[in-house]
């Protein structure tokens, strides 16, 4: 694998270029945790199980995502660099699948809200563009982060190479073997990736004597990238789902459809997502319960999940690590442990033991229901929607689409279904394949 050396790389680029943003890409970002009846409970030390400060999170984070991750601020401003990137491919289409309400049979009216239309392929670079811009801006030159299918892993390289950052990226094993495509797009924008477990960090190395035949885990993958990152003073942490800054970003998915429903004259009756750490899920649905808690609308909200990583329906809603080795701070949330090593998957972005605390919090409260969907189920519903629509879904997607068929089936009067549509699947073919 060749990459850029580091003395030929561009200097960070965060000042905006006078690209002409679309008037229909949000100005701000949603936080619900200014509507929420009850605050999220706060993340932990590790150490010593109080509440965390910023400075305890200063050498993982830049200062500007830490102040978002604590925000109760219901409007965060989206930098004008961020929304010149979001241009790239924002507003992403919100579609009615009619040949899918036909091929159903049903009286319900089905839209898709379609990620898949970034670079990457996924609604991962939502995120990604605004971390690298914040650690740009406080001169980090390097991010190290973890990724699961390799949506993450490959929007964070994207967004490194656009604002002049390095990117190192551990992708667990079982991905790291299964989708090289993945891999080849990291290293097409100049990131560098690892299979997880590795023997590169103290972390890798104990799990691997420990069990030198691990298919590996988000939470193993974390490890050793908060560890890489907390041993180099250039470098900084990147999050792709879960935390509370995370779901912040994602909200453009959820702003965009709501406004594009309002201007066919479409209200949401239910809304399906794709459920793993809980950023698309998040950031699809925490406007529309955003409005639900101001307005008194009633849109429900489906998390769909693996059948083979239940954390919201079979989980424990309590404090637990995001990581294997205990270097994270405690989350209050749904988890399956943090030793829990779920089943080389297809969907590998939904092979996470916990969900995001925001998410996990929200169905505590009641704003939101669970499903677990079988990957036989999952992996059917996306080759209906395939032939139906000629989209071939992310099989994280197919989750969504799985409950959302059954719900539509199901329906005996006109509803507004919400489908969020994660990602493409062209370059997890080979799950296809192996499914068929």
């Known amino acids: 694998m060749t990459t850029t050396p580091d003395d030929v790389r561009p200097a960070p680029r965060t000042e905006p270029l006078g690209v002409t943003v679309p008037s229909t890409v949000p100005t701000h970002w949603y936080n619900l945790a200014a509507d929420l009846p009850e605050p999220c409970p706060p993340a932990l030390h590790p150490g010593t199980r109080e509440p965390l400060t910023p400075d305890d999170l200063a050498p993982l984070f830049p200062m500007a995502l830490i102040a978002q991750e604590v925000s109760t601020e219901r409007w965060v401003e989206i930098p004008q660099t961020v929304r010149e990137l979001y241009a790239l491919w924002r507003p992403s289409p919100l579609v009615r699948a009619v040949r899918l309400e036909r091929a159903l049979g049903t009286p319900a009216r089905i839209y898709y809200k379609y990620e898949g239309v970034s670079p990457v392929g996924s609604h991962k670079p939502n995120t990604a563009v605004a971390q690298a811009y914040y650690n740009a801006v406080e001169g980090i030159t390097k991010l190290t ?88 003073p250039a470098a900084h942490y990147a999050l792709g ?102 089943p080389p998957i297809h969907a590998g972005g939904l092979r996470y033991h916990g969900m995001a605390p925001m998410v996990s919090h929200a169905y505590e409260l009641g704003l939101m229901s669970a499903i677990a969907v079988e990957q036989g189920d999952a992996f059917a519903a996306g080759i209906e929607f395939a032939r139906a629509e000629g989209i071939i879904p992310a099989p994280e997607s197919t989750h969504a689409v799985a409950g959302a068929i059954a719900h539509a089936r199901a329906a005996t009067e006109p509803e507004t279904i919400v489908i969020g549509l994660s990602g493409n699947g062209i370059l997890d073919l080979p799950a296809y394949h192996q499914y068929l």
């Open 145 to 232: 982060t973890e990724t699961g299918a390799g949506q993450w892993g490959a929007s964070l390289s994207m967004a490194c190479a656009l604002l002049g950052l390095r990117c190192e990226v551990w992708q667990v094993r079982a991905s790291y073997d299964s989708k090289p495509y993945r891999r080849m797009q990291m290293e097409t924008y100049g990131g560098v990736c690892h299979s997880s477990p590795s023997e590169l960090t103290a972390a890798g190395r104990a799990i691997l004597a420990s069990d030198p035949e691990t298919t590996g885990s988000l939470g193993m993958a974390i490890s050793e990238a908060v560890e890489a990152a907390a041993t180099d």
């Open 241 to 342: 789902s879960v935390l509370n800054h995370v779901l912040l970003h994602q909200s453009v998915i959820g702003q965009e459809a709501l406004a594009q429903l309002d201007e066919i004259g479409e209200g949401a009756d239910v809304v399906f997502g794709c459920a793993g750490g809980g950023s698309n899920l998040g950031g699809l649905a925490f406007p529309f319960l955003g409005r639900n808690l101001r307005e008194g609308t009633t849109t429900r909200v489906v998390a769909c999940e693996p059948a083979a990583c239940p954390s919201m329906t079979q989980g424990e809603y309590r404090y637990d690590f995001g990581d294997v080795a205990g270097l994270t701070p405690l989350l209050k949330m749904h988890t399956l442990g943090k030793d829990f090593v779920p």
